[in-house]
């Protein structure tokens, strides 16, 4: 049983990767899942895809429980009228409750929406069930809201102690990745938490030389480039439109839509956005992402266009000057640096050239729990 690294928006396309990681240890590309994070994490480590938990994105199309906000929501709803006002109403909410109970979802619409997203690693109640995990050590900067550096002396302090079957999770690089675009700078910021991360694989290797080491990450990180809208004026008329609901996510529309016939106007509209590609049946089966809940059409944005009406939150902070990055985009090769990055320390393991997400999970099985190739 090997030591096991999580690595959360890591890129495959990234250069500080031949630098920092020890040379003889094999890389591959993983094209990312439909998803984000909360959703991703449950695929690679438990199998566990968007239809088997309910979850694609945070907010489910599911009637609120709450009661009070139902009520709030139905009273606030006429500051809809006047979208600014809306979103710094949705914000200080948020801020004076310390917790997401609106985002940015329209008054009118919060009622039928429910938070359902969590982090896996953010607490051993969540991964402990995990039969994956079942005799590690488990060192998870989610959980406890760790700093990088407090995670990472974690990490050594076991690696010094003499741990053999190690799991760490770290987000440093999604967190990073997020306030720069791609290039030297981006590459610049994420060198020193790549370099403390081979110098602890190198530190295991020493102790536990024949033992295997796993680095994979979920996506990578790409460039933000445009922000886009969706235009249904032209499509549907104002009576139709208050029967269609679309709910957009950062770079992911769901439709939700009772008449059929409009339905499919909406369908034919999405499918003529050279920015953005409406998922099939057959690539929501593949994805895993059929149920109703999800939505009756599934969008998603090209590498490097994003939503500006996200209705996941807004942020008051101004953008950042170095730039911003963004992940969840349509799976696709071409989008070379939303490619995650899966590297393979191995004396008798080969690497693919390229990993789906079950490929992906089949090898992190055969790693974690020991199979022989």
Known sequence: MPLSIFADGLPFSSRALTACLPQEMRRACLVPNVGYSAS????????QYPDDTGVLVDWVHEREASAAVRISAALLSPLDVIPPLGVAARKVLDRLLRRSVFANIPFRHRAAFSHKGSYLFRSQSFYGTLPLLCGYCVISQDEGNRTFDEAMCRLNSA??????????????FDALGHTCARGDAYEQRITPALTAL???????????????????????????????????????????RRRCTVYTDSCMACVFCEDSEVRQRVAAYL??????????????????????????????????????DSWFGVSWRPRPQ???????????????????????????????TCYDYPSAHALVCAVMQGEAR
Do not use: N
């Open 40 to 47: 991703l994490h449950r695929q690679l480590y438990a199998d």
């Open 271 to 308: 499918d003529t956005l050279p920015f953005g590609h409406r998922l099939d049946g057959r690539e929501r089966a593949l994805y895993r992402v059929r149920d109703p809940r999800f939505g009756d059409e599934l969008f998603l944005l090209r590498e490097g266009f994003v939503f500006a």
């Open 322 to 352: 170095a730039g911003e990055g963004m992940h969840g985009f349509y799976p696709e090769k071409a989008a070379v640096d939303q490619l995650a990055c899966v590297a393979l320390l191995s004396e008798h393991r080969a690497l693919q």
């Open 198 to 240: 081979g110098a602890a694989i190198s530190a295991y290797r020493a102790q536990h030389p024949h033992e295997e080491v796993l680095l994979l990450s979920d996506h990578g990180m790409s460039t933000l480039q445009k922000r886009v809208r969706l235009r249904l004026d032209g499509v549907l008329t104002r009576r139709e």
């Open 159 to 172: 690696i010094a102690a003499g741990e053999r079957d190690i799991f760490f999770v770290t987000g440093i």
